[in-house]
């Protein structure tokens, strides 16, 4: 004769399968979020393509060699900036100042 189990038992053996699914779940949509960054890795933002990584008066900047789109790290570009002083860098310099506020 088996025992039928208890109120207590159930709830408790409900609430930790519970528990189970969440927390697979947690896992899934972690392992998927890290996927998706890893697919976008030194990948172009405008086309897409490999992106290289150039130095640029000892600064690393990614290049795309396919539609010759430079990117920036956080820092890179201000630290380009301030090695150079033309009229140009005013432009970028304001640029800069106005994405900031965005």
Request: negative net charge.
């Given at each position: 004769?088996?025992?039928k189990?208890?109120r207590?038992?159930e709830?408790?053996?409900a609430r930790r ?5 969440q927390?697979r779940r947690?896992?899934?949509a ?6 998706e960054?890893?697919s ?5 933002p405008?086309?897409?393509y490999?992106?290289?990584?150039e130095?640029?008066h000892g600064?690393e900047?990614?290049?795309c060699k396919?539609?010759h789109g ?5 820092g890179?570009a201000?630290?380009?900036l301030?090695q150079?002083h033309?009229?140009?860098?005013g432009?970028f ?5 106005g994405?900031?506020?965005?």
């Amino acid at each position: 004769m088996t025992e039928k189990p208890s109120r207590n038992e159930e709830e408790y053996f409900a609430r930790r399968e519970a528990e189970l699914v969440q927390e697979r779940r947690g896992a899934a949509a972690e392992a998927a979020a890290k996927r998706e960054r890893e697919s976008h890795y030194m990948k172009c933002p405008k086309c897409g393509y490999d992106l290289h990584t150039e130095e640029y008066h000892g600064i690393e900047v990614d290049r795309c060699k396919e539609c010759h789109g430079v990117w920036f790290d956080a820092g890179e570009a201000e630290s380009v900036l301030e090695q150079e002083h033309s009229t140009i860098s005013g432009l970028f310099k304001s640029i800069l100042h106005g994405v900031r506020r965005s």
